[in-house]
């Protein structure tokens, strides 16, 4: 019974039909859901971190609100993106804790430092730019509730893509100083920007199961070639140098090649050994204790009108 199941469920997801909560689906399917929305909403959380360093300290009235708002829609992502995981019957709250206590993992690339102004730019263009190539065709995906929260999401990611590369934009045509910031913070987060689509494809081991499931719509290395087609142009316009000495046109495969990341340093990063690791979890974990009373006078409040009857 259980195969004809399995084999009703692989064809709703080859005909390209979604699946809803209370449909049927393997263990093993909700598990890999549970497991990447559980991380993605992770990222978008902790992801609030790197830029957040900057509001106080942002140039003008309009850097700083452009930036607030920027980071006050990450956390809109995270809470969507929650609500997505908890329709496969987890709970929020548990997913915190176990973020909070390092048992599931958020992208590495929110790890590495913010140093100056420029690199809140550079997130927008490349930070922001990678998630999107990752995520667009995660509207696609076959699980409902998060192709939907993807559908929103990705409109918000190319607003701050948008504007990260407007900012650039903006300090290219600044001062030589200013120039130089913009390449440093290139120079720093290229890497780490081709790290986020995963490991490659040979030493990725979720992504033959979840391609088959059509959670996954493109392998890491095809989604990571993608985003380096993307970006040359823009960085040519813009007047940067990309820091990849191997990087050139391929006519013949009509793609850029590229050179690789440095995978140690991923693994590094992804098993707690980066360069923020410590302070970014320890910033979240403050974060949850202090709010406990916010969550218990909401609880209380929700109890209360319950009990009154009053909506
Ligand atoms: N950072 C941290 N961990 C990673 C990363 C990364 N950049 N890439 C891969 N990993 C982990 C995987 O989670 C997996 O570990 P696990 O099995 O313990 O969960 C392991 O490395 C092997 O990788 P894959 O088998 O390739 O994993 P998967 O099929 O899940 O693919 C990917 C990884 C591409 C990130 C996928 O999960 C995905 O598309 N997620 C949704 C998008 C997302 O999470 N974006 C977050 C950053 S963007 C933003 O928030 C602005």
């Given amino acids: 019974e259980t195969e004809d199941l399995e084999r009703r469920f692989q064809r709703t997801v080859d005909a390209e039909q979604r699946i809803e909560p209370r449909d049927w689906m393997p263990e093993a399917y909700r598990r890999t859901l549970v497991r990447q929305i559980a991380q993605h909403a992770h990222s978008e959380i902790i992801g609030m971190q790197p830029e957040g360093n900057w509001i106080t300290r942002a140039p003008s009235l309009r850097r700083k609100a452009i930036l607030l708002a920027k980071v006050q829609d990450e956390a809109g992502h995270g809470l969507y993106l929650y609500a997505a995981a908890e329709t496969l019957g987890v709970d929020r709250e548990d997913l915190t804790r176990k973020l909070v206590e390092g048992r599931q993992k958020y992208s590495s690339i929110f790890n590495y430092p913010t140093l100056t102004f420029a690199d809140v730019g550079v997130i927008g263009w490349l930070v922001d730019g990678a998630a999107i190539c990752n995520q667009v065709p995660l509207c696609r995906t076959s699980y409902g509730p998060y192709a939907r929260a993807m559908i929103r999401i990705c409109k918000e990611e190319s607003f701050h893509q948008r504007q990260g590369y407007e900012l650039l934009m903006t300090m290219m045509r600044g001062t030589p100083e200013q120039r130089a910031m913009v390449q440093d913070a290139v120079d720093r987060w290229w890497w780490p920007a081709l790290m986020m689509f995963g490991p490659p494809d040979e030493a990725s ?106 909506p």
């Fill in 205 to 310: 081991t979720n992504t033959e199961r979840s391609m088959r499931w059509r959670i996954k719509r493109h392998t890491n290395d095809e989604l990571r070639q993608k985003f380096v087609d993307m970006t040359v142009p823009q960085a040519e316009k813009l007047g940067v140098t990309l820091p990849d000495p191997e990087l050139r046109w391929n006519p013949e495969r009509g793609h850029h090649d590229f050179g690789q990341p440095d995978w140690d340093e991923f693994w590094r990063v992804v098993k707690g050994d980066g360069p923020c690791n410590a302070r970014r979890l320890a910033h979240r974990r403050r974060a949850h204790e202090e709010g406990a009373w916010v969550r218990e006078a909401a609880a209380a409040h929700a109890r209360k009108r319950a009990a009154t009857g009053r």
